[in-house]
């Protein structure tokens, strides 16, 4: 089965720093995995998801990027993080292909606050 | 992308059945219903999905009606854990060109287990 491993669990940054998180997967190999925000009494947002090593789709313009370095490792980043970017950033992770029949499955999360 | 519409808020008494419904009447043939539920300040979990059979795991039960265009999440014994918000999705189709999707959250159901 697949594990997923998201750090840190909580993450206070000032505004205007720099922003790394990592998120790796384990059992499962040539996945799709996603980085999903949810804003404080908000409902869940598809940031971004990733289909193989280097290919990124966005699908909210802001003002994050992600990379997929490595087959199951994906990285949300910020060069200056904003207010607006305080949230609950969730990784996810389905078997991959083109399967109808895949659940996503969801990491433990990072709890950002900017101040 | 098939839209869904449930309750907001639901109320259950601890051990009964919760029957929490979904409606997804524009849902194309191909596109399966997924269930989720998101226990406070923790990631989503799958519960269950299916395409037009009733489907049962060790979790709960899905049933789609014949026309696929409502289903029924059922929580056989409700206990004080299962107090969640539930979402139910339809999953957009994979196909050779579009590769991976995400899934799309509405604001889902809150189900509150009353001991």
């Known amino acids: 089965s697949q594990t997923i491993h998201q750090w840190p669990a909580t993450l206070v940054q000032p505004v205007g720093s720099p922003l790394s998180l990592e998120c790796t997967v384990e059992g499962t190999s040539n996945p799709n995995l996603y980085w999903y925000r949810q804003a404080a009494g908000r409902g869940l947002q598809l940031l971004f998801y990733?289909?193989?090593?280097?290919?990124i789709s966005s699908e909210v313009p802001q003002n994050l990027s992600a990379s997929r370095p490595q087959d199951r490792q994906f990285i949300l980043s910020s060069k200056k993080l904003l207010l607006s970017d305080s949230g609950f950033y969730l990784c996810a992770v389905d078997s991959g292909g083109f399967s109808y029949n895949s659940p996503l499955h969801f990491g433990n999360g990072t709890r950002l606050t900017v101040t | 992308d098939a839209k869904t519409t449930q309750p907001p808020s639901m109320d259950c008494a601890e051990g009964r059945a919760a029957n929490l419904p979904c409606n997804h009447s524009t849902i194309s043939g191909n596109e399966y219903v997924y269930w989720y539920r998101q226990i406070h300040s923790q990631g989503p979990q799958y519960i269950i999905h299916g395409l037009k059979n009733n489907e049962t795991n060790e979790m709960a039960s899905l049933i789609i009606t014949e026309d696929r265009k409502s289903s029924t999440l059922i929580l056989p014994h409700a206990t004080l854990r299962d107090t969640a918000v539930y979402y139910c999705i339809v999953r957009p189709s994979l196909d050779s060109g579009g590769g991976a999707d995400g899934l799309t959250f509405g604001k889902g159901t809150h189900l509150i287990i009353q001991p």
């Open positions: 990733s289909v193989g090593i280097g290919q």
